[in-house]
């Protein structure tokens, strides 16, 4: 019966957690990419008014002061545990994975005006995860899964008027990552083991429309496109369940890194400045998973075959205020409710994914006319979840724990 039961895990293609990886690092998204951003709970759009209106809503970069401005920045995110108490297929599967930490710097300018234009340019890293299990069963599909994600995005602004400006710009993304997953029976013989490793450049667009009807408010709506995450590189490994004893193949998988649409609303109240964003990312995209494989005999494997996903778009609600402390000091704080795209169905060890309540606070001090310092903090709190089979695809009886992620930042602004 247990040699039965880990046949069927393996029926769960290995290589298909790596496109998983890759959107793993959407769902755990980092929409914070500044240190106004992660004090605010990434409820930070109409207000974008420092370097990081570039990446954020370019439109706003023609209502900032003249000359040329930069911010740079470094993020230290921690991910804890995760917990899994119950079964996989009917057999004990109690687990934790293993705890994770890097560090992301992220960069932001705004050049000089142009009659009307403005540029600018940002690096941010808009997602990124690595994610490891010991034990079996996790270990068939998500023993390691490391991913790094660097988008590179120039931008511009044209502003008609006090009231009403425009911006876009260019979506240069490049994702690099590592899958590992190594499979055994019951009695603890080999079955497969498998290493994968693969790299992409691939291109979308952001536009972004600014509205002043009063000084004090603004309201904006900002559109990030979906990017195709072509995914190309070479997977080793072999055993039983490959049909080959050894096996090193070209293979390449698509996977959406979705759109995301925004409206936002901010208001200043002399020293209270608040603003509400409502976020509407459309994970739909991702409805199935199917790798192609150069060998015939790999791509007619249960790694070649094609996984439904069936995610579904979500609707993020972010509240972010600024209280103006000193005309030299600025206080953040930010909340946000971000639901989960994995429906019970696919939830699998590679992607324990769960609703979310966001909790932040930052500072910015200004020292003198051109430099600035921030620091910041958030608490990204991930509801437990139970799994059952049926509805869940994998097998997956039970309850995952103790998710989330810790992120602190720090930053320098320069104005020139």
């Not at 921690?78 to 934790?96: E, N, Q, S, W």
């Not at 994702?175 to 590992?180: E, K, M, Q, Y």
């Amino acid at each position: 019966m247990k040699q039965r039961v880990m046949g069927r895990w393996l029926a769960i293609p290995a290589l298909t957690a790596a496109a998983a990886m890759s959107l793993q690092a959407s769902a755990y998204k980092l929409p914070e990419q500044s240190v106004r951003s992660m004090g605010l709970s990434a409820a930070y759009v109409a207000g974008a008014e420092s370097a990081d209106a570039n990446y954020y809503n370019p439109a706003n970069m023609g209502w900032l002061a003249d000359g040329q401005q930069m911010e740079g920045a470094l993020t230290l995110i921690y991910l804890p545990k995760i917990d899994f108490k119950g079964r996989v297929y009917g057999v004990p599967a109690d687990a934790k994975s293993r705890s994770e930490d890097f560090l992301v710097p992220t960069f932001h300018y705004v050049g000089p005006k142009f009659g009307q234009w403005r540029f600018g340019c940002s690096l941010a890293a808009p997602g990124g995860l690595s994610k490891r299990w010991r034990n079996m069963p996790q270990r068939a599909t998500a023993e390691e899964f490391t991913l790094s994600i660097i988008e590179f995005n120039p931008g511009f602004s044209y502003t008609f008027n006090d009231q009403w400006s425009v911006g876009g710009g260019v979506r240069v993304v490049y994702s690099d990552g590592t899958v590992r997953v190594y499979g055994e029976d019951s009695a603890g013989h080999f079955l497969y083991a498998d290493n994968m490793t693969g790299d992409s450049f691939d291109f979308g667009y952001n536009l972004a429309l600014s509205y002043r009807p009063q000084p004090a408010t603004t309201l904006s709506v900002t559109y990030r496109s979906k990017v195709d995450l072509t995914v190309s590189g070479t997977a080793k490994g072999g055993g039983p369940v490959t049909g080959r004893a050894w096996f090193d193949v070209d293979g390449d998988v698509e996977v959406p890194l979705p759109a995301t649409l925004d409206i936002a609303a901010v208001h200043d109240f002399g020293r209270v400045r608040l603003e509400v964003v409502c976020e509407r990312t459309f994970w739909s995209a991702y409805d199935k998973l199917d790798f192609n494989f150069d060998d015939r005999l790999v791509e007619a494997s249960p790694l070649g075959r094609s996984i439904q996903k069936d995610w579904k778009d979500t609707n993020t609600l972010r509240l972010g205020l600024t209280w103006h402390v000193r005309p030299d000091w600025d206080m953040l704080f930010g909340y946000a409710y971000d639901p989960s795209p994995v429906p019970e169905k696919s939830l699998g060890f590679e992607l324990p994914d769960a609703d979310a309540r966001v909790y932040s606070v930052g500072s910015v001090i200004r020292i003198n006319k051109q430099w600035e310092a921030g620091f910041a903090m958030l608490y990204d709190k991930k509801k437990n979840r139970s799994v059952s089979t049926p509805p869940n695809e994998n097998g997956i009886d039970g309850e995952f724990s103790k998710g989330g992620a810790y992120l602190a930042t720090i930053s320098v602004g320069y104005k020139f």
